[in-house]
């Protein structure tokens, strides 16, 4: 029993040092960044590389790249999850298929902007551009949403399938109707949860989708997202008051989105 305590007290002051030390990054970059914040900063486009103007051009190549990454990788993740879930024969082969999708899902980002760079920007001669940087980052987001598509799927309980085909529904039929309806929540908790982590992308987002400042008015454009912006801004010292800035609008999204996923399953958990 006295080991049982003292293993917890331990665990306790695990959490406790990594709640602390993050507490301690966010609130450094908040309380260094907020006092730069107003509307004009978030709707003036970036002006003289970023020493002045707003982020209203970095903050809309943000959504373009983010709503378009997810476009291609969102489609792909549900047929994918559909196929090993529903209809792939339980064997090594599966076996082998889902522990490739979660090897991918560790790689780091760097790797797939490396592939990125070399297959879309080089060979295919597309630049830097929305169209290099979004299938990149749909390539990377496609592990982790086929995984937790997956697992959503998987949580629906057989019964409900049974249900359907008892009463002479097929499978595609069963699928449809039943079971995505019933894993509706926790594919969209996936997805806000993906985005939010398409939006801190850096590695692969510079080396795909470039660093200009321009804003994007076709699928060929270059442009810059907000951690590329924090990157710049900080490593070149062209601006350390707007870096900190725009690091802290940034680290606001993402909070959200993560919170409003969590808000969002409660939710359905307590209608369902």
């Known amino acids: 029993m006295n080991k049982l305590k003292i293993w917890d007290f331990i665990t306790w002051v695990c959490i406790g040092l990594v709640?602390?030390?993050?507490?301690?990054?966010?609130?450094?970059?908040?309380?260094?960044?907020?006092?730069?914040?107003?509307?004009k900063f978030i709707v003036?486009?970036?002006?003289?590389?970023?020493?002045s103007g707003g982020i209203r051009n970095v903050i809309s190549a943000t959504i373009y790249l983010t709503l378009s990454a997810l476009l291609l990788a969102v489609p792909v993740s549900i047929a994918a999850a559909i196929?090993?879930?529903?209809?792939?024969?339980?064997?090594?082969?599966?076996?082998?298929?889902?522990?490739?999708?979660?090897?991918?899902?560790?790689?780091?980002?760097?790797v797939f902007g490396l592939f990125g760079?070399?297959?879309?920007?080089?060979?295919?001669?597309?630049?830097?551009?929305?169209?290099?940087?979004?299938?990149?980052?749909?390539?990377?987001g496609l592990p982790i949403l086929?995984?937790?598509?997956?697992?959503?799927?998987?949580?629906?309980?057989r019964s409900y399938r049974d249900a359907s085909l008892a009463l002479g529904a097929g499978q595609w039929t069963t699928i449809v109707r039943v079971v995505l309806p019933a894993a509706?929540?926790?594919?969209?908790?996936?997805?806000?949860?993906?985005?939010?982590r398409i939006i801190g992308e850096t590695a692969a987002v510079f080396l795909t989708f470039g660093s200009t400042l321009n804003s994007i008015s076709s699928i060929f454009d270059s442009g810059r997202t907000m951690p590329v912006h924090v990157y710049i801004l900080s490593s070149e010292s062209v601006s350390i008051d707007n870096a900190y800035a725009t690091a802290t609008i940034l680290l606001v999204v993402i909070i959200a989105l993560n919170g409003l996923a969590y808000l969002y399953q409660g939710i359905t958990k307590k209608r369902g």
């Open 146 to 157: 086929t995984r937790t598509i997956m697992e959503a799927i998987r949580a629906v309980p």
């Open 83 to 110: 196929y090993l879930q529903e209809y792939a024969r339980k064997g090594r082969l599966l076996n082998i298929l889902v522990s490739g999708i979660e090897t991918l899902a560790g790689v780091p980002s760097i």
């Open 117 to 140: 760079f070399n297959i879309f920007v080089t060979l295919l001669g597309w630049s830097w551009s929305l169209v290099s940087g979004a299938i990149t980052l749909a390539l990377m």
């Open 184 to 196: 509706f929540s926790g594919i969209i908790t996936g997805i806000i949860l993906s985005m939010g």
């Open 19 to 39: 709640l602390a030390v993050l507490l301690l990054v966010i609130g450094h970059v908040v309380v260094s960044g907020i006092r730069f914040i107003n509307l």
């Open 44 to 51: 003036e486009t970036t002006s003289n590389a970023g020493r």
